[in-house]
């Protein structure tokens, strides 16, 4: 399966402040994603990167709180803007190797502490 | 509206033994099912997956048992080993948006020596 890499694995931020977290995998793959995952709480998708378009947003997360990039196949980029402490979470991105395949291979995830 | 329900935030087996995890959903539409597995600061890891077409998919030491009339499935992790010992997650999805999961609460199983 696809390797994934995030950066920052983990950062600190304070709230009104913004942070670009970076996914970068070793192939080219047809569908990107972001999730998020609350203290004590499951994933929930946030997001469809797709290549070349605007990202699809799940109901309850909006483009200009969570802006996404995904320039290439094999690259995207999550922001988190305008930060609370309600943000504290840890962040995802997941692949989907073949298209329509279901199962997802996901990154190491970045944890974000919002002080 | 919790769609996907993991009913047992723990499980604690001895090593050798088995280790059942139960997952309840409620959406009829679901199709198509996977478990993962999550170990302390990484992403979760793919284990097995089920399509609704089957009710058991077999791989090496995990088995998935999918009872549509119930709404129900299970992983089956036989036998059990220490370094088994993670937070597992069911999760569903259906054809018409394949790309998107939807996760259970997960359950963590420690397997003890």
């Known amino acids: 399966s696809a390797v994934i890499s995030q950066k920052p694995s983990r950062d600190i931020c304070q709230r009104g402040t913004s942070l670009t977290i970076q996914c970068q995998v070793d192939?080219?793959?047809?569908?990107m994603f972001w999730y998020r995952q609350q203290p004590g709480q499951s994933l929930t998708l946030i997001a469809t990167?797709?290549?070349?378009?605007?990202?699809?947003?799940e109901s309850g997360f909006v483009i200009d709180k969570f802006p996404i990039s995904r320039p290439n196949l094999t690259f995207s980029t999550l922001t988190v803007s305008n930060m609370s402490p309600e943000d504290s979470s840890i962040y995802l991105c997941?692949?989907?190797?073949?298209?329509?395949?279901?199962?997802?291979?996901f990154g190491p995830g970045t944890r974000l502490t919002v002080t | 509206d919790q769609q996907v329900k993991q009913n047992s935030p723990s499980l604690s087996v001895q090593e050798g033994r088995i280790s059942i995890l139960n997952c309840d959903y409620t959406?009829?539409?679901?199709?198509?099912f996977l478990w993962y597995k999550k170990y302390p600061a990484e992403g979760p890891t793919f284990l097995i997956s089920?399509?609704?077409?089957?009710d058991k998919n077999e791989d090496g030491r995990f088995t998935v048992f999918l009872n549509k009339s119930a709404k129900h499935l299970s992983l089956h992790i036989v036998p059990s080993q220490p370094g088994d010992s993670a937070v597992y997650f069911c999760?569903?999805?259906?054809?018409?948006?394949?790309?998107?999961?939807?996760f259970g609460q997960g359950t963590t199983l420690q397997v003890k020596p």
């Open positions: 997941s692949v989907e190797e073949r298209q329509s395949s279901y199962e997802q291979y």
């Open positions: 192939s080219q793959v047809t569908m």
């Open positions: 990167a797709n290549q070349g378009s605007e990202a699809t947003y």
């Open positions: 959406n009829s539409m679901f199709d198509y």
């Open positions: 089920i399509s609704s077409i089957k």
């Open positions: 999760a569903a999805s259906t054809s018409s948006n394949t790309g998107k999961l939807i």
